[in-house]
């Protein structure tokens, strides 16, 4: 059983180098009782890929949620900003 939500969605852009790329994770149990670590990545507008990982306690699957979120912001990885046009960058 997952405790609290877990959600992630941030974006890396680039013009000069012609790149748009989001990548999203979240914690979701499963149908067994398992937490499932859920990931999508790609770029904006595309379908993108997608990877399940399955854990058996929540904790391992926080480890992985955070591990894999200080490698995106080391990156480049931003939160998407509210508010504002998609011209404005």
């Known amino acids: 059983m997952i405790t609290q939500p877990y959600q992630l969605y941030v974006e890396r852009k680039d013009a000069t180098k012609n790149m748009a790329r989001y990548y999203a994770m979240s914690i979701e149990p499963n149908l067994f009782g398992e937490a499932c670590l ?3 990545w790609g770029r ?4 993108g890929q997608r990877r399940v990982h399955h854990f058996k306690q929540e904790d391992e699957a926080v480890k992985l949620f955070l591990q894999l979120l200080r490698k995106r912001r080391s990156r480049g990885y931003r939160p998407k900003p509210h508010g504002r046009p998609e011209s404005v960058a």
Request: no cysteine.
């Open 38 to 40: 859920i990931r999508r």
């Open 44 to 47: 904006i507008g595309a379908g």
